[in-house]
């Protein structure tokens, strides 16, 4: 049992100490967290709680939060959703039914896409138990697009977002003549592929799509049959969206199957796939991400200290900057509204502007879109110039080679937001 994991155990242990607590403090401030904490991205989930799980000690350990019924606490609570979307509709009836009007969720877009209607119809019909949604990953556009609600707010940047900032990488990278993509068979994966089309058309039109493939979410199993396409296609490199095991045992595949392109990855930087592609990746698996350890900045480095510090297990490590900036954004607009009551915490939400290690985000009332810096990663052995910290105890890092400010990667939205009146 690692270190992390006892200490959870000794935090349950101490929840009898809670209605104490409360009675000096109010109530602690129940945060639900439906993620698919079961099943084939459960690293992918676990990985998130970590990292939630630290931001709200941090929180909690200045005092919480100041209410109007004086200082809480935050309280975070897990639901498992195996990954699956009416396991999560059914976890998001348990947690309003257990008092937590604050909801997480984010390893899924299609899970985002039903908890954001079935939470715009909780809040329509139950005026008294209206929720507040806040994703930390779920990057369909068209969540904050067509789809944007009052009640969701996105932490991550969306697909396009990303993809803008690897295809500024791939315009400058002239080896490549053609890719193949590989994307998950849903609404994430097939916006990126209709994405990566329209900007490689402008960035790049002498790029040739050799081609288009789009692969079951979490059920293959053995990808050597698709690497095996992706090394007889003569691709240069491969555009991919997938993710957790998915992304794990398809640069495993084409390292064995002998392919030596690029893989342009959103998620190449951690979950395994590191250690899957070995020194076949040096130089070859580029990432884009919301921040990186190797940021070069001392802010930066011990910020990434303080994470190895509290998680020295290397299985534990993966780090999301976005979500310590959800978190300070939650606790700034509690204390912004006085109060967790959905409608003035949404409009609180709405204007977050917080910054953490040397890192800002911006909320964007006009469709609940985080605007925040993005940067591009190259993997490279750790110790070469640039790769101070590797990856999950792997030998391999990224070394940064493009950052972008906020507003190089915002895009305008088609969002026509409805506010409640």
């Known amino acids: 049992m690692n270190k992390f994991r006892r200490h959870l155990l000794k935090t349950l242990a101490a929840a009898a100490c809670l209605p104490a607590l409360a009675s000096a403090q109010g109530a602690p401030i129940k945060v639900a967290m439906i993620e698919g904490f079961s099943g ?3 690293n992918g989930g676990e990985s998130m709680f970590r990292n939630i799980h630290w931001a709200m000690e941090r929180v909690n ?4 939060v100041k209410t109007r019924d004086g200082q809480r606490q935050l309280q975070l609570v897990r639901y498992d959703s195996k990954g699956q979307i009416e396991e ?7 947690a309003i039914d257990d008092g937590a009007r604050i909801v997480l969720q984010g390893n899924s877009s299609a899970v985002a896409a039903a908890l954001v209607e079935a939470i715009n119809k909780q809040n329509e019909r139950d005026p008294q138990r209206r929720v507040v949604y806040l994703n930390y990953a779920a990057v369909d556009p068209a969540l904050t697009n067509e789809k944007c609600s009052f009640w969701h707010f996105r932490f991550d940047a969306h697909a396009d977002m990303r993809i803008a900032a690897l295809m500024s990488v791939l315009r400058e990278d002239q080896a ?37 493939e789009l692969v079951p979410l979490a059920r293959i199993k053995d990808f050597a049959p ?5 090394k007889a296609s003569g691709a240069d490199a491969v555009i991919t969206g997938n993710f957790s095991n998915d992304l794990t045992l398809l640069v495993k595949a084409a390292r064995e199957s002998g392919f030596d392109g690029r893989f342009y990855t959103f998620y190449g930087n951690a979950l395994g796939a590191p250690a899957a592609i070995g020194d076949a990746g040096i130089g070859k698996v580029i990432a884009v991400a919301d921040w990186l350890p190797n940021v070069p900045s ?19 490590d993966y780090v999301h900057m976005r979500l ?12 912004k509204a006085g109060t967790t009551d959905a409608v003035p915490l949404a409009n609180a939400l709405e204007h977050a502007s917080v910054s953490f290690a040397g890192w800002v985000g911006t909320m964007r009332a006009a ?29 391999y890092g990224f070394r940064v080679v493009r950052q972008f400010p906020p507003p190089k990667v915002e895009m305008p939205t088609s969002c026509k937001m409805v506010r409640p009146t």
Request: proline residues 5%; without cysteine; glycine residues 8%.
């Open 40 to 42: 084939g991205n459960a």
């Open 61 to 64: 350990q200045r005092g919480g």
């Open 88 to 94: 999560a509709l059914a976890a998001l009836r348990s």
């Open 176 to 212: 490549v003549k053609s890719v193949y993509l590989v994307n998950p068979d849903y609404s994430f994966g097939q916006g990126v592929a209709r994405e990566v089309r329209r900007q490689l058309a402008l960035q790049r039109p002498d790029v040739k799509i050799v081609a288009d």
């Open 226 to 230: 698709y690497a095996a396409k992706i």
């Open 298 to 316: 001392a802010q930066s480095e011990a910020f990434m200290q303080s994470f190895r510090k509290r998680f020295p297990d290397p299985a534990d």
């Open 324 to 335: 310590q900036l959800m978190v300070e954004a939650l606790a700034q607009s509690i204390e």
């Open 367 to 395: 469709d609940h879109q985080f605007q925040q810096p993005l940067v591009v990663g190259v993997m490279d052995r750790q110790g070469a110039p640039g790769v101070k910290f590797d990856v999950e105890g792997s030998g």
